[in-house]
């Protein structure tokens, strides 16, 4: 818990620094709200913004998950198939550079309004760092510890169970966590394509209204989730590899 | 005490099982680490290989278990010359003790059971009696990360035992155990100690002084009586440069 002070003091001075000065600058609130103004919306408006983050952290979570299951089940099979990676690998790559943001609204034609199109654009924005981690960490196991296996009886899928998977693991989480960061802002995106709930439609409807403080208290609950998403993420890393050494953890 | 492990190698250890090297070549980088080595070992026999560091004891032991092919010349194990062939027959335990991390101690042993199929709680059943011959008694629920360099070492021996192959190849087995360690070891006794059916075995050493105590694995096998033979490697232009 000790080192989470240094952050939270620099957060809580940057706070301080911003409420003065929009205060001393006398700038209107629908410009560039205070902090004040973002804590009373988030009380205010409590029962519009927690309806919506229920929403989101739905479109979130299950978006997510549904990520790193196809992202490590394709893994695998490009680990084992080097054809398949040959020809596959580089089509994900070109895949990334399509922008999400032009994504959506084909997804939301396609698949409608419901949670089905927002749970897509979750994960394609997660899927790939998962997929290329995964990929690497899955094929940079080291080729003594192989050579060791297989002089003891140790056949493909062995070496694959008690080899090659548990040392992949930390580049796993690698890409998870780098996933986890991104979940947030897919939801967001999928609901800007076409909704009628979640936190990016209060977003979408506060804008013209010019209700600054509410749209900022929608970012930080936001922000709020991609955080415990990471943090959970961090957390079943440090359940399922013990034996990494601890001073590794962010 | 019977032999431990059974596995299907049965009938090969009834027949006994030699290596046979003919005129190995072996071109690394281009260099001929291995320059025409010739080496006979009959089955129930056992060899430590003497050569200074890089003349090399492990390139050699990698063609011999299978894992590598030599560029010329041919090596059989049992009569058998194909990779897969020398790969069933041969354990090889690596100068590195190549511990998996995130295993015990105890499921590190017992690696090579599990690999044939054996139910883990089973696999820890055969390995757990052994821990205690070897010195190891209290450290099976440890993870390599918090053994010592000569306990690494004696659990990789184990887990080589344990994979009870007809030809044992032992790169440097004891290079990080102490002398007292090393001296217990070998005080064995080979009637009380019998963990393996291993008839044959072999152990590359940098110097001869090392031989007699890396040759120690005698004191696990049942044909204690057999002298142990010395046999340098031949020094290559390369090797000679070092
Ligand atoms: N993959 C490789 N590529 C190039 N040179 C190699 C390779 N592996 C081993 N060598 C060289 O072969 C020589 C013999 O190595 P090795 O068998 O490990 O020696 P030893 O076990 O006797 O110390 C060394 O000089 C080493 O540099
Ligand atoms: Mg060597």
Redesign the pocket.
């Known amino acids: 818990m000790r080192r989470a002070w240094p952050p939270l003091a620099l957060l809580a001075a940057m706070i301080g620094i911003w409420e003065l000065i929009v205060r001393a600058a006398h700038v209107p609130d629908y410009l560039f709200p205070t902090p004040s103004a973002v804590a009373s919306s988030l009380a205010g408006d409590s029962g519009l913004l927690g309806r919506a983050t229920l929403v989101t952290v739905r479109e979130i979570v299950i978006g997510y998950l549904f990520a790193v299951a196809v992202a490590l089940l394709i893994a695998v099979l490009l680990h084992f198939s080097a054809a398949l990676r040959r020809a596959l690998l580089p089509i994900l790559v070109i895949s990334q550079t399509v922008p999400t943001v032009l994504l959506a609204p084909i997804l939301a034609i396609l698949l409608g309004y419901g949670i089905e199109p927002k749970l897509v654009v979750v994960a394609v924005v997660c899927f790939f760092p998962i997929v290329v981690n995964a990929v690497d960490g899955l094929g940079s196991a080291d080729p003594e510890l192989v050579r060791m296996m297989r002089t003891l009886h140790g056949g493909r899928l062995a070496i694959f169970r008690r080899v090659e998977l548990p040392g992949a693991l930390p580049a796993i989480f690698s890409g998870a966590r780098i996933a986890a960061t991104y979940a947030a802002v897919g939801a967001v995106f999928g609901e800007w394509a076409g909704s009628s709930s979640g936190l990016g439609f209060v977003i979408l409807q506060a804008q013209p209204a010019l209700e600054t403080a509410r749209i900022a208290a929608a970012v930080l609950i936001l922000s709020a989730l991609a955080l415990c998403l990471y943090a959970l993420v961090s957390l079943a890393e440090r359940l399922l590899i013990p034996w990494q050494p601890e001073a590794h953890h962010a | 005490m019977e032999s431990i492990v059974k596995t299907d190698a049965g009938p090969l250890c009834e027949s006994g099982v030699g290596v046979d090297a003919d005129g190995v070549v072996r071109v690394?980088?281009?260099?001929r680490?291995l320059d025409g080595v010739d080496l006979q070992v009959s089955a129930r026999g056992r060899v430590g290989i003497v050569?200074?560091?890089?003349?090399?004891?492990?390139?050699?032991?990698?063609l011999v278990a299978g894992l590598d092919d030599p560029d010329g010349g041919a090596v059989s194990v049992g009569g058998e010359t194909s990779p897969a062939g020398r790969l069933a027959r041969c354990a090889l335990m690596p100068?590195r003790d190549c511990l998996l991390p995130w295993r015990s101690a105890l499921d590190n042993a017992a690696l090579a059971l599990e690999n044939v199929g054996m139910p883990r709680g089973q696999a820890r059943r055969r390995a757990r009696p052994l821990f205690a011959r070897l010195g190891l008694a209290g450290s099976e629920q440890l993870r390599p990360a918090k053994l010592s360099g000569g306990m690494r070492q004696r659990v990789a021996f184990l887990r080589t035992l344990l994979a009870d192959k007809p030809v044992l190849l032992l790169?440097?087995p004891f290079g990080a155990l102490d002398a007292i360690t090393r001296a217990e070891l070998q005080e064995c006794s080979p009637t009380r100690s019998r963990l393996s059916r291993a008839r044959c075995c072999w152990s590359?050493t940098?110097s001869r002084r090392h031989c007699s105590s890396a040759s120690a694995c005698s004191c696990w096998r049942p044909v204690a009586s057999l002298p142990t033979s010395t046999w340098t490697?031949p020094v290559t232009h390369?090797?000679a440069e070092?």
Do not use: I
């Not at chain 2, 004891?57 to 990698?62: A, G, I, Q, W």
């Open positions: 690394l980088g281009g260099k680490v050569g200074r560091s890089g003349a090399g004891k492990s390139t050699l032991l990698s100068q790169d440097e590359p940098t490697l390369h090797g070092l």
